[in-house]
């Protein structure tokens, strides 16, 4: 095996456990913490979302003054691909987005 | 003549039997608050270096579009007119179009860790590309000087990327990207073959990130980039600081912006309010001359300061003044711009 098919191979293999392991802890986690998750069920769902905004969105750029309504999911789906998001982050903009 | 013909008819047929099909499949998809929708950015772009001007009318169109629950199409173009001086004791301007497409790529949202992209897509290496270069977010009108470093020189990519956040919580967000990039000379495809990625924490308690690039370039001269990011900015403050280092084998550089939004001054709205004074500092360091890692050919220095002014309806003037020290020659660059952000869905709601 070529150095640089070792290269591609050890890419590939990192891009495939990253995201198994992380599910794995995520699994872990959600079993553990319940109770947890009963909390944060109650927070303010909007006040959440706007909180990911700032954290997420409004880093690169500025809000737009405002949008159609009908258009708020795909702008959320593309912020989810573009920043990283994860599916409870995109869920919760969307609904600071839309309350 | 005849076979040519049919052959034509068939394929003009065929297309349109496709774009037919994708209409159908993103309208019968599309739900309340999935439109697709064309954004971007459009300005006048005003550029003096060493006494000469160029002026640059620009439009940046983005199309997104969502396909069910999982896919998304989105593509962003550039086009623009640079009218600049004809040089060599000639009076008068020349100008030269330019109309390219930044990427063009489907996006597969596999599980809540991982997406798949394929296409053309923006190079991933440090943070500008991806997210600072639309014309309606930067701050300046140009690239850092270290831009060309691990972006391979076209910016783009065309092959396949997995991204996505591998870790998250309250206390840290975890993510990654990594891609492959096939050669292609393709006028609106262009790419080196390359393979690379990124990995970023973000501290979302402290709002800042940190993180690493790496990229390969795997055609004629192998070489490979190394990158890092930091950014913070604070909580309930207009203040930001983003900052770039970038490593190739013949050079390495390094760019640190802050921008401050007076909006303490009767909040984002007032009129002082509206006013966002940038710094920027770039340093260029290079031991020997490398065509390929698209960095400045000589030791240089730089510091931009900027005045851009956010005035409403989406509309934005920015005004530079840099001065670049190098050993090549010393020079001052003015710039301004206005620039319209627009967003508007492909049809109305139903």
Sequence with gaps: MSRMQKFIFGLIVIAVLIPALAQTKAKTRTKKSETAQTTSASMDDSARGQKVFEQNCSRCHNAPEGFPPQVSGTIVRHMRVRASLNAADEKAILRFLNP | MATNHSVRSRIRWRTLALQATCAAVLLGSVEAQNAPYISGGGGFITSTKGGNTTYIPIIAPEFVGVLGD???????????????????????????????????????????????VAGEFLTPFGTYNERLSPIWISNFEEAPLTFGAGTMGTASSVGGMLRGSAFSNDEINVDYVAYFSAASTNEQFNAERSSGGRVSAYFPNARAEVGASFARLLQNTHENFVGGHFWWEPADSHFRLRSEFAHAPHAHGYWIEADYRLARFGGERSLPGRLEPVFRMQQVFRNRLDAEDGMPSADTNRIDFALDYHLPHEVRVNTSYARELSSNGNRNIWQTGIVYRFLFPLWRDK
């Design chain 2, 70 to 116: 999982h896919v998304m199409v989105e593509s962003r173009a550039t086009i623009l007119e640079s009218y600049f001086p004809r040089g060599g004791g000639s009076p008068g301007y020349k100008h030269d179009a330019f109309l390219g497409l930044s990427y063009l790529q489907a996006n597969v949202i596999a599980n809540r860790h991982l997406s798949i």
